[in-house]
Each structure stands twice: as structure tokens, then as C-alpha cells.
């Protein structure tokens, strides 16, 4: 989609779009309030922006709109509309040992037991592995510093898929 064509799109059709980058309609809305965009600038500014604005409501339901990592099966069924991106994002699970996978589940059911969410990471570029040890890191903090390092995960992860709907 070129942002020409986003910025064509009726206000719910782009909302709809706004909304597979990232799950928060508060953040989807406020970004498509400021439409028509100039240049792609001009939108990841209108992101930071409307993502800033955000509270822990919307990072929460923004949150549920992911799967958990490695979950192969709500890639094919709850997340259907973003499952190419999602499982890009997270292509190095695929590859990882069977004893990677479980204890990413593992502990992935521990945090959410925890938190209250699923484990958010920007998977791009990471091994699972490495997601592995964010994780087993992460696992120790508190709710509040939990909450704001999984909110910065989100946005990085907003705004590669915005530039992926975009390419």
C-alpha cells in the first residue's frame, strides 16, 4: 500500500488497517485523525505521537492482539488478519530446538500468570533464543517496569509493520 492509498482509504477501512499494525483503537483512531499524510514522516510522527498518548488500557488491549511466541496455532486462527507479519517477526522459532520452544512456553505461561499479559518483545532480527533470555530476564520485574518495557516493545513493532503496510 502506498501512502497515497492509505490516506484514500474511507476513515473506517484505514482504521481497520491502522488497526493491524497495532491493536489500541485509541492509538488507531488519533492516528487516523491525522490523516491525510504528507509523507511517511508524517505518519511514524502521528504513531509516536498517538502511542505517547496511550495509557495502560491501550497497551493492554494492544497487547492482546498478538500472539504469544511460537503459539503456531493463533497465528493460523485468532490472528488471522496479521499472521504473515506476525510469523515473519517471529520466523526464528521455526528453527529453534524443541527444548527452545517448551521453555519459551513455559515461561511464557509463568509471565502471563504474572502479568496479566503475554510476553511482548519485538521479535524481528531476534533469535528465539535470544527471546529466551528476555524473557527469562524480564520475567523478574515488577508490573509497572514490566508494563513500560513491553509498551516500548509494542511501538517498536508498530512501526515496523507500519513500514511494512507501506512497502
Known sequence: M???AL??????????????????????????SNRPFQRTPALMEAADTAW??????????????????GDVKSLENKFASTAQWASGEQKSVESAS????EK???LNEAYASKFGFIFIVCATGK????????????IYNNYADELK?????QHKITIIRLNKLLS
Open 52 to 69: 505517547a498518548a496511550c495509557g495502560e488500557q491501550d497497551y493492554l488491549e494492544a497487547f492482546s492482539h498478538h500472539p504469544k511466541i
Open 7 to 32: 490516506n484514500n482509504l474511507s476513515e473506517k477501512e484505514a482504521l481497520e488497517v491502522l488497526l493491524k499494525c497495532c491493536g489500541s483503537n485509541h492509538w488507531a483512531t488519533q492516528v487516523n
Open 104 to 106: 519459551l512456553a513455559e
Open 127 to 138: 533469535s528465539a533464543k535470544e527471546m529466551l533470555e528476555l524473557l527469562k530476564a524480564r
Open 149 to 153: 518495557i513491553a509498551a516500548g516493545e
Open 98 to 101: 524443541t527444548s527452545t520452544i
Open 2 to 4: 502506498t501512502l497515497e
